[in-house]
């Protein structure tokens, strides 16, 4: 008679695979929510149903990708379906704004005089706040976690190239919001601080 | 001169995600070294890259929860239960429904605590040791370079910055790793071997020296306390690095357990 049973295996397993990227769960579950009691939730059903089908991941394959794909598949069926409203991003007038933005940043690049190293943690949040939600789940997927664009098309349940294009809005969009920004508040305030 | 057809764009946000290859990677970065819109622009987006990677990642994660998911998973095992897990997790109260949920909370907190009392952190330490032993528990990684290991943790996301450290002066040899998990929690876990086959364990996982249940021998060194149990032949070490519990186990004997600890702690 073996002295772990195939229940118990399976619960070692799932723990040594799974549970290591609850923090990564957590942030996606806090991020996409915005509540601290809602993420909870979420990671939690999104680990008993990961657990209830376990059999179904391939070891070898990227288990946070997979967990990713439940807890979107539960944030939908859960808190989306009242929410979900249409993107309301033009994507003409967003590209205007990029380039625009580019050829006069309001935030010298890093190095340059007079310019603090970066934006600061706050304002990258504030701003990512701000955008569409399509947007911040494939900042989220791809720029955070590192998923592949296979992955997080994946998780999504889109194609791969609306990963790409999404990305590629999402990143001038939190860039266009974190000019706004600069220009509201202005850096001179800080440069003039920092003598 | 440049229409806005002769600007790779799509390729630059590729080269920005790792997503080209061979020529096609050097076609648009010959075209990045002759173009400055396009550098300014692939510069531009690697910043908001790296600026979101670094605001936007994981903060921490609530202390209980790792319990709690464990809690739920331990309820999921023993379906001849009521199964009240969905009913917590739905996050969904209506007044009819106070009574179930008063029950539901009452049971969630019998279980815990009764789960915090029959496998205490040096519990569930000293069965992982045991398995080790026994060969139940195995290694994810073999490798004696502690670097290696560190890299590996890493990459396998163990969400704190991990310490292995060489004991070959003190006769202990790396020999590998695994991520592990202590009561939930994701743990580094890395093993040593010393002379006559002794085995030394080291876990380390995010906690504090409130996790641990009272009846430890304490001992001070360096400006760190220590917090010793026996469990049958083993010993076990445990400090706090930071938010990080640390524990040596060994069935060593008791002393040098203690020594190896005191001479590898970092003050924080």
């Given at each position: 008679m073996s002295a772990t049973s195939p229940e118990s295996e399976k619960r070692a397993r799932f723990e040594t695979t799974a549970l290591p990227f609850i923090k990564s769960v957590f942030n996606m579950a806090l991020r996409l929510t915005r509540r601290t009691e809602d993420a909870k939730d979420l990671v939690q059903e999104t680990y008993l149903r990961a657990y209830r089908t376990f059999d179904n991941f391939?070891?070898?394959?990227?288990?946070?990708?997979?967990?990713?794909?439940?807890?979107?598949?539960?944030?939908?069926?859960?808190?989306?379906?009242?929410?979900?409203?249409?993107?309301?991003?033009?994507?003409?007038?967003?590209?205007?704004?990029?380039?625009?933005?580019?050829?006069?940043?309001?935030?010298?690049?890093?190095?340059?005089?007079?310019?603090?190293?970066?934006?600061?943690?706050?304002?990258v949040e504030v701003a990512f706040d701000e955008l569409p939600e399509s947007f911040r789940e494939v900042v989220l997927l791809v720029d955070?976690?590192?998923?592949?664009?296979?992955?997080?098309?994946?998780?999504?349940?889109?194609?791969?190239?609306?990963?790409?294009s999404r990305l590629s809005r999402a990143r001038k969009a939190l860039f266009v919001a974190l000019e706004e920004y600069a220009r509201k508040t202005g850096y001179l305030k800080e440069a003039s601080e920092k003598k | 001169m440049s229409s806005e057809s002769n600007h790779p764009r799509d390729e630059i946000q590729d080269l920005l995600d790792g997503r080209l290859d061979g020529s096609e990677r050097a076609r648009v970065e010959r075209h990045l070294e002759e173009c400055e819109e396009c550098r300014r622009e692939w510069r531009t987006l690697a910043r908001v890259k790296s600026a979101a990677a670094t605001a936007l990642k994981a903060k921490d994660v609530p202390s209980e929860l790792a319990a709690q998911t464990v809690a739920a998973l331990d309820r999921e095992d023993r379906p001849e239960e009521p199964r009240r897990t969905s009913a917590v997790l739905a996050g969904r109260w209506r007044p009819a429904a106070a009574l179930a949920l008063a029950a539901a909370?009452?049971?969630?907190?019998?279980?815990?605590?009764?789960?915090?009392?029959?496998?205490?952190?040096?519990?569930?330490?000293?069965?992982?040791?045991?398995?080790?032993?026994?060969?139940?528990?195995?290694?994810?990684?073999?490798?004696?370079?502690?670097?290696?290991?560190?890299?590996?943790?890493?990459?396998?996301?163990?969400?704190?910055?991990?310490?292995?450290?060489?004991?070959?002066?003190?006769g202990y040899r790396l020999i590998g790793g695994r991520v592990h998990t202590v009561r939930g929690r994701p743990s580094a876990l890395f093993v040593y071997r010393g002379e006559q086959n002794k085995i030394l364990v080291c876990q380390m996982f995010e906690g504090s020296a409130r996790d641990l249940p009272p009846g430890a021998d304490m001992r001070r060194h360096g400006g760190i306390s220590f917090f010793v149990y026996r469990r049958d032949t083993r010993t076990l070490v445990f400090w706090p690095?930071?938010?990080?519990?640390?524990?040596?186990?060994?069935?060593?004997?008791?002393?040098?357990?203690?020594?190896?600890?005191?001479?590898?702690?970092?003050?924080t």
């Amino acid at each position: 008679m073996s002295a772990t049973s195939p229940e118990s295996e399976k619960r070692a397993r799932f723990e040594t695979t799974a549970l290591p990227f609850i923090k990564s769960v957590f942030n996606m579950a806090l991020r996409l929510t915005r509540r601290t009691e809602d993420a909870k939730d979420l990671v939690q059903e999104t680990y008993l149903r990961a657990y209830r089908t376990f059999d179904n991941f391939r070891p070898g394959t990227n288990c946070k990708a997979w967990l990713f794909t439940i807890l979107y598949s539960i944030f939908v069926n859960r808190y989306h379906r009242e929410r979900r409203a249409p993107d309301t991003v033009s994507v003409e007038e967003l590209e205007q704004k990029f380039h625009r933005s580019l050829a006069a940043p309001a935030t010298p690049e890093s190095g340059a005089p007079g310019r603090p190293p970066e934006w600061t943690d706050r304002e990258v949040e504030v701003a990512f706040d701000e955008l569409p939600e399509s947007f911040r789940e494939v900042v989220l997927l791809v720029d955070v976690e590192e998923l592949t664009y296979d992955e997080a098309a994946a998780a999504l349940g889109c194609p791969v190239g609306t990963i790409r294009s999404r990305l590629s809005r999402a990143r001038k969009a939190l860039f266009v919001a974190l000019e706004e920004y600069a220009r509201k508040t202005g850096y001179l305030k800080e440069a003039s601080e920092k003598k | 001169m440049s229409s806005e057809s002769n600007h790779p764009r799509d390729e630059i946000q590729d080269l920005l995600d790792g997503r080209l290859d061979g020529s096609e990677r050097a076609r648009v970065e010959r075209h990045l070294e002759e173009c400055e819109e396009c550098r300014r622009e692939w510069r531009t987006l690697a910043r908001v890259k790296s600026a979101a990677a670094t605001a936007l990642k994981a903060k921490d994660v609530p202390s209980e929860l790792a319990a709690q998911t464990v809690a739920a998973l331990d309820r999921e095992d023993r379906p001849e239960e009521p199964r009240r897990t969905s009913a917590v997790l739905a996050g969904r109260w209506r007044p009819a429904a106070a009574l179930a949920l008063a029950a539901a909370v009452a049971a969630i907190a019998f279980l815990l605590a009764r789960d915090q009392k029959s496998a205490s952190v040096p519990d569930a330490v000293a069965r992982d040791y045991a398995a080790l032993r026994a060969g139940k528990l195995h290694l994810q990684i073999g490798t004696g370079e502690p670097r290696a290991l560190e890299r590996f943790f890493a990459a396998r996301g163990i969400g704190f910055e991990t310490n292995v450290f060489d004991l070959g002066m003190m006769g202990y040899r790396l020999i590998g790793g695994r991520v592990h998990t202590v009561r939930g929690r994701p743990s580094a876990l890395f093993v040593y071997r010393g002379e006559q086959n002794k085995i030394l364990v080291c876990q380390m996982f995010e906690g504090s020296a409130r996790d641990l249940p009272p009846g430890a021998d304490m001992r001070r060194h360096g400006g760190i306390s220590f917090f010793v149990y026996r469990r049958d032949t083993r010993t076990l070490v445990f400090w706090p690095e930071g938010e990080v519990l640390c524990v040596l186990t060994s069935d060593a004997d008791a002393e040098e357990v203690i020594a190896l600890a005191f001479a590898k702690a970092v003050p924080t």
